[in-house]
């Protein structure tokens, strides 16, 4: 069957030029110009990969992604102007499976969509589920379990104790957490991260009577495998 391709790009003859391309190989195309019209059509799902502009009108692509992400684990290839270092390391950590630099020839895009879907076609039997302290994540359904409950819990709850599990057994400091549960742009106090972690120990802790994430003085926090 043939692969569907959603293309968030707001520069029409970057678009079209991408499109014919992507057609000739055998693709079938859906654009979106703008990051909300392109978010909205991802979240409406049937596409087998996304294409996704980092500068864009109405709604930029990182924070395109991160919405994305909530909901979806559909490939996603950034496409970031040349050197923007910060937007490649951002566009990762927020989900994105690969990324090319602008200009780029259309050759190495079309390898590197293989490649996604490759990678995809090699993970459709794993499930996307963390496991510590007893407390399951499910990234496919957004949904923390401890046993047969489900914790209720606010995005950047959930954005905290995933990068926690993620990265389990490392101590990572305010700053790297806040930027990835907050997001690059958020300017405030890192100690926000302390207010979430203790919302997340009276959601969990308290109630199941574990110690999941752990405080480590003067650095940061920790979720420990054990
Ligand atoms: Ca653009």
Redesign the pocket.
Known sequence: MEKKILLI???EKIARFVELELVHEGYQVVKAFNGREGLELALRGGFDLVLL????PELNGLEVLRRLRKESMVPVIMLTARDAVMDKVSGLDAGADDYITKPFAIEELLARIRVAFKKQAGGSQQTHQLTVCGLTMDTDRHEVTYGEEIIELTNREYELIHTLMKHKNIVMDREKLMNTVCGYNYVGETNIIDVYVRHIRSKIDDRFGIKLIRTVRGVGYVIKDE
């Open positions: 790009e707001d520069e502009d980092i500068m864009l």
